[in-house]
Nanobody
Framework: QVQLEESGGGLVQAGGSLRLSCVVSGRTFSDYAVGWFRQAPGKDREYVAAIDWNGSNTYYTDSVKGRFTMSRDNAKNTVYLQMNSLKPEDTAVYYC???????????????????WGQGTQVTVSS
C-alpha cells in the first residue's frame, strides 16, 4: 500500500482553471498506475482520468475530454490533474487512487482494496 495526499482544490468561477496534485509515498511510485475520481453531493463516486506507470498513456471519462489533462512526474512522486474550462457540474470532492494491478481497475471505478487519498474540494460557481 501507498499513501496519497491531494491538494490544489478551491473555489473558481465557471470557465476558470485549477491544477490538482496528488503526492504518492511509501512504495516505488513508478510501480503504480494512478487515477482521479470525484464525488458530488448526493451522487456516487465516478472515475475521471487515469494514467499508466510511466505516463505514456492517459484515459479520460467523456465529460472531461478536451478540458482536463492528467500527467505524472515520477521524480517527484506526483500526479497532476489540470482542469480547464471548468463547469458547475465539475463541483465535487476529487480523490486520487493508486493501483499496482491494472489500468482497467481504475477505469472501471477503482477498488476499495487500493490506496486512496482524503480528497480535495473543487467548487465551480456559475
Amino acid at each position: 500500500q501507498v499513501q496519497l495526499e491531494e491538494s490544489g482544490g478551491g473555489l473558481v468561477q465557471a470557465g476558470g482553471s485549477l491544477r490538482l496534485s496528488c503526492v504518492v509515498s511509501g512504495r516505488t511510485f513508478s510501480d503504480y498506475a494512478v487515477g482521479w475520481f470525484r464525488q458530488a453531493p448526493g451522487k456516487d463516486r465516478e472515475y475521471v482520468a487515469a494514467i499508466d506507470w510511466n505516463g505514456s498513456n492517459t484515459y479520460y471519462t467523456d465529460s472531461v475530454k478536451g478540458r482536463f489533462t492528467m500527467s505524472r512526474d515520477n521524480a517527484k512522486n506526483t500526479v497532476y490533474l489540470q482542469m480547464n474550462s471548468l463547469k458547475p457540474e465539475d463541483t465535487a470532492v476529487y480523490y486520487c487512487s493508486a493501483t499496482a494491478f491494472s489500468l482497467a481497475r481504475l477505469i472501471n471505478g477503482g477498488s476499495p482494496d487500493d490506496s486512496w487519498g482524503q480528497g480535495t474540494q473543487v467548487t465551480v460557481s456559475s
